[in-house]
């Protein structure tokens, strides 16, 4: 968390000033990036399988599925919102060394096929934006948050073992007190024992985070370590900074 990288970023910034290597600035501008502020863990109350498994939550509140693996499966989360208004759903793909290939999902091969995402505060379904994805191995995934299941879905085959998202945007506003559920549809015609298998699940009340975390993979991926430097301080507020704490008057985020 932030007070946690604070600290190490002073150390960071205080050896970067000291020796301008491309690894230091590389190291302060992934601890930056690293930091995926706005989002809020969502702590299951329930957590039930339509076809069986086993539902685990796990400390850093992702959720491990075992045992039965059914050919088709839904789950149904249940938990309290943190807040009386949210902006943002996460669902997190998490590979796990207890599934196939180290992937996220119970398929062999380690991937999942995620047909439907819903969500429900009391009776009341939330309406969600269509999702951006991380990574997805067909180019339209905006059915899967229609509230109506069909052959259109969310996989990563390709890149399962490694970690992949879905953002949702929405506006709604309900009293903590309420319930909220959210489903996870995991039925095909085709294509059998495609659950995830280690997910997590986040909200956030702030709109801009999903632009946030746009911008902030979009960083991530830069080559050029003083230019993903700039991009990181940049998305930190802090760009106006950067010739000053690095000496480089070349670097610039804008």
Sequence with gaps: NRGQIEPARADFEKSLQLEQTERAAEWLADLLLADATGWTVLTPGDMQSEGGAKLKLLPDGSILVSGRNPEQDRYTITTQLPFERIRAFRLEAIPDPSLPSHGSGRHSNGNFILTEFQTA?????????????????HAEVGHIADGKPDEHWWSIYGKSSRRQAAYFATDFAA??????????????SVFKQIGMGRFRLSVSEDPATIEYERKRLAALKLTDPWLKLAAALHLAGDADHLVDRTGRQTVRAR
């Design 175 to 188: 009293a903590r007190s309420e319930p909220l559920q959210i489903t996870l549809d995991f039925r095909h």
């Design 121 to 137: 505060s009391g009776a009341a379904p939330v309406p969600l934006e269509e999702p951006w994805v991380t990574f997805t191995e």
